[in-house]
């Protein structure tokens, strides 16, 4: 099934509901504004691309180098419609990090007996909603579950910061579901293989384990019930229904200029 496809189907994914932990608004607003294309997320894009599919890679992507304006650069555009153009100096860097992680030895065992951009549609057996999800990666034989992400660092404590604030565990577990209720199998093993956006490319594989995928489950069964709620009553509120206490930071408290300093302020500029 191609990507155009799956977008096709009417049904709940992570990339939609992930709004609603914003609230209600925004995962409306997510449904109706499409989002804007930036150089970053073609560059996500094309490292999926070269590392699950690098056969397609020459057919939807382009490289061109120079000024993105003019005669040269208009019919540059009109010659590869359809296709994402980067920068040669992005494609080199998205190249390395896809090399660094195929070779890298523990994740090299993974593409074995592996399957890429699979879709998954199921229903939801506490609400009923359709479901959807595009895994990234997946070993059936070995009921492992994969996802690959992108990152300023590896360091453990610093990717499981930006996991915890971009739900990764929450994505996983949407897809895990999927394994379960649209494909037929239990994930035993749900794993996450990041890469480093910047030389030298370092590549890690976290393992999300069974306390972490729990709290998922329970977060996104509320995110779930309120989704339904919403569209039962439609009516899509926003972050606040009710007025707030204005919360100040903690440095507006500081006693003396000591306190003051600790926060990396001067107080007298």
Not at 56 to 80: T, V, Y
Not at 162 to 168: H, K, L, N, V
Not at 180 to 185: C, K, P, T
Not at 252 to 262: L, P, Q, S, T
Request: aromatic share 10%; charged share 30%.
């Amino acid at each position: 099934m191609t990507f155009d496809e799956y977008s096709a189907i009417d049904a709940i994914n992570w990339s939609s509901l992930k709004h609603m932990r914003t609230s209600p608004l925004a995962f409306q607003h997510a449904l109706q504004a499409p989002r804007e294309d930036t150089t970053a997320l073609a560059m996500g894009r094309a490292a999926h691309t070269l590392i699950f599919e690098p056969h397609l890679f020459d057919e939807e992507f382009a490289m061109w180098e120079g000024d993105r304006r003019g005669k040269e650069w208009a019919q540059f555009k009109a010659d590869n419609e359809g296709r994402t153009i980067l920068k040669t100096t992005e494609i080199d860097d998205i190249a390395a990090m896809a090399d660094a992680v195929r070779r890298h030895p523990l994740v090299a065992p993974y593409f074995h007996d592996a399957e890429f951009e699979q879709t998954m549609v199921w229903t939801d057996p506490r609400t009923g909603a359709a479901c959807k999800a595009r895994a990234d990666w997946m070993q059936p034989a070995n009921r492992v579950l994969l996802d690959f992400k992108t990152c300023r660092s590896v360091d453990g404590r610093r990717f499981g910061a930006e996991a915890a604030r971009w739900g990764y565990h929450l994505q996983l577990a949407h897809y895990r579901a999927g394994c379960e209720y649209g494909l037929g199998w239990a994930p035993k093993r749900v794993l996450i293989v990041a890469a480093e956006k910047a030389a030298p490319f370092d590549v890690a594989v976290f393992e999300i384990d069974a306390a972490s995928l729990e709290l998922a489950d329970a977060e996104l069964s509320e995110l779930m019930d309120r989704l339904i709620a919403c569209r039962q009553a439609d009516q899509w509120p926003g972050r606040y229904t009710e007025e707030q206490a204005l919360q100040l930071p903690a440095w507006v408290f500081a006693d003396d200029e000591d306190d003051i300093d600790g926060y990396g302020l001067s107080s007298g500029e």
